[in-house]
């Protein structure tokens, strides 16, 4: 079974990284700005096909340097599903899991415009409920991925507001999983590659 413990620690973890970044923006606020503004809101787009659904905020705390953070949820993986072609069980259940999603990002041209260097941390946890003898045995499985990564990307404006943030990334994932008839959770470590396309919005970006 899986360590709610576990969970719990990841997530108290992805909370403090979170309060830290918006710490070291706040002691940056404290003494008068010599960088220009970026602030933006952004929804990832290809991550919605692997069934997580993670918006997230960017904002910059020194001259050429941003954070990004975010939070939310997932589904099912409906891209390892199909490639690896797994069949639909009525007996399985899929359970809303949390995401989470950490980055840093460097710009070595102009602030929040153009291409960008990014070292990352994403978090998943897909869950599912899987039935036996007519559901009285109740099996919680669980498929975690812990995924630290580096990657180039770039930010394209179609307006003052609107652009396009497309990425490709590189690193390792650390999965932990467990299924109906695993006596105990299995762990792997795989070679990650993706590419990400997030629509965004700039709350603040000066030229």
């Given at each position: 079974?899986?360590?709610?413990?576990?969970?719990?620690?990841?997530?108290?973890?992805?909370?403090?990284?979170?309060?830290?970044?918006?710490?070291?923006?706040?002691?940056?606020?404290?003494?008068?700005?010599?960088?220009?503004?970026?602030?933006?809101?952004?929804?990832?787009?290809?991550?919605?096909?692997?069934?997580?659904?993670?918006?997230?905020?960017?904002?910059?705390f020194s001259k050429k340097v941003?954070?990004?953070?975010?939070?939310?949820?997932?589904?099912?993986?409906?891209?390892?599903?199909?490639?690896?072609?797994?069949?639909?069980?009525?007996?399985?259940?899929?359970?809303?899991?949390?995401?989470?999603?950490?980055?840093?990002?460097?710009?070595?041209?102009?602030?929040?415009?153009?291409?960008?260097?990014?070292?990352?941390?994403?978090?998943?946890?897909?869950?599912?409920?899987?039935s036996q003898d007519g559901g009285?045995?109740?099996?919680?499985?669980?498929h975690q991925y812990l995924i630290?990564?580096?990657?180039?990307?770039?930010?394209?404006?179609?307006?003052?507001?609107?652009?396009?943030?497309?990425?490709?990334?590189?690193?390792?994932?650390?999965?932990?999983?467990?299924?109906?008839?695993?006596?105990?959770?299995?762990?792997?470590?795989?070679?990650?590659?993706?590419?990400?396309?997030?629509?965004?919005?700039?709350?603040?970006?000066?030229?």
């Open positions: 079974m899986y360590n709610l413990f576990n969970l719990t620690k990841h997530l108290k973890f992805a909370f403090l990284f979170t309060v830290l970044l918006f710490q070291i923006q706040e002691n940056f606020a404290q003494s008068p700005k010599k960088y220009k503004e970026f602030m933006a809101a952004k929804l990832n787009i290809t991550s919605i096909f692997a069934g997580d659904i993670c918006p997230s905020f960017e904002h910059a941003t954070y990004e953070v975010g939070a939310g949820i997932v589904t099912d993986n409906y891209i390892r599903n199909f490639f690896l072609e797994t069949p639909a069980v009525s007996a399985r259940r899929v359970v809303v899991g949390p995401s989470a999603y950490g980055s840093l990002r460097y710009y070595p041209m102009r602030m929040g415009e153009g291409i960008y260097f990014s070292s990352e941390m994403r978090y998943r946890l897909y869950r599912k409920k899987f009285a045995i109740i099996i919680n499985e669980f630290p990564r580096f990657g180039i990307g770039f930010h394209k404006f179609t307006d003052d507001k609107m652009f396009f943030d497309i990425s490709v990334n590189t690193g390792l994932g650390f999965e932990k999983y467990l299924r109906a008839g695993d006596l105990n959770a299995n762990s792997v470590v795989r070679f990650h590659f993706g590419v990400a396309v997030k629509v965004g919005y700039a709350l603040k970006h000066q030229k």
